[in-house]
């Protein structure tokens, strides 16, 4: 359990730098840019411009290193699959290793690199959004993207509001979870020996009372935001409107001269 407390996906690290500033909409696009770049540019050498430019802007976002990385621990186990898989499963290239029907080709062992180094750019990247936007602020801008299908009857506050309460409460849930684990154990429960189903079965005592607690949770949350007469996005005002500045317009060129860079360094490789 305490693996699942370094998730990082929906936690906010305060901070007043540049990267903060930025319109959540401007950090929202970047995003999305920068997931569909990973998948668009191929070879290791625009991977390494790419990840440079995520540490730099975790640098000017004065984000710890230690921080991002610690998102990455809940996922060490399907990383390191997804590598053994591709590694022992891809054939091509200079055969580099075999004992029986075990073989390892170099192109096997640069397609399980690449994929793992591709998850944990994601997860990274991520996380960095996450780290640097505060829940109020992510509702408001994925509000703002999503306002153009309100044409259509796309309810966009409401999606926008089910998945920012969806993120902020996944560290509450953890929390919560870890709490519960360290009553049970407390009280003589088993969560590591047996096979899998004994370990699916031992999980129960855990599992009811965090489904008890979540549900708790959001019935509270509810009747706050009754009492507090919230009726949705119709009508309803903001302390802060988002307003982009010279900062997200700098910030786009200067994405966009990066991401345009990172695809020629993939067709020149």
Request: charged share 15%; proline share 4%; with cysteine.
């Amino acid at each position: 359990m305490s693996m699942l407390k370094n998730v990082t996906i929906g936690q906010y690290y305060p901070g007043d730098s540049v990267v903060h500033r930025l319109d959540p909409r401007t950090k929202l696009g970047l995003s999305v840019a920068f997931i569909v770049m990973l998948f668009v540019v191929k070879g290791f050498l625009p991977y390494v411009w790419l990840a440079a430019l995520v540490l730099l802007v975790a640098q000017i976002a004065s984000v710890p290193l230690k921080v991002m990385m610690r998102g990455l621990k809940p996922l060490t186990f399907i990383i390191g699959l997804t590598f053994l898989l591709h590694v022992f499963t891809t054939r091509g290239g200079v055969t580099l290793w075999q004992l029986g029907f075990l073989r390892i080709d170099s192109h096997g062992l640069a397609q399980g690199a690449f994929l793992s180094i591709r998850l944990i750019m994601l997860v990274v990247a991520t996380s960095l959004l996450t780290l640097t936007t505060s829940p109020i602020a992510l509702t408001d801008g994925l509000e703002h993207i999503l306002s153009p299908g309100a044409k259509l009857g796309l309810p966009a506050h409401e999606l926008a509001m089910m998945m920012t309460i969806a993120l902020r409460f996944i560290p509450t849930l953890i929390d919560e979870a870890d709490k519960i684990m360290r009553a049970q154990l407390a009280r003589g429960a088993d969560f590591e020996t047996g096979g899998l189903i004994k370990r699916a079965k031992n999980l129960l005592p855990l599992l009811v009372p965090l489904f008890v607690s979540a549900f708790r949770r959001a019935d509270e949350l509810a009747m706050a935001m009754e009492a507090r007469a919230y009726r949705g996005g119709k009508g309803r005002t903001r302390l802060k409107e988002l307003q982009y500045t010279s900062s997200d317009f700098w910030a786009y060129c200067l994405s966009g001269l990066a991401f345009v860079a990172a695809y020629y360094l993939g067709r020149w490789a």
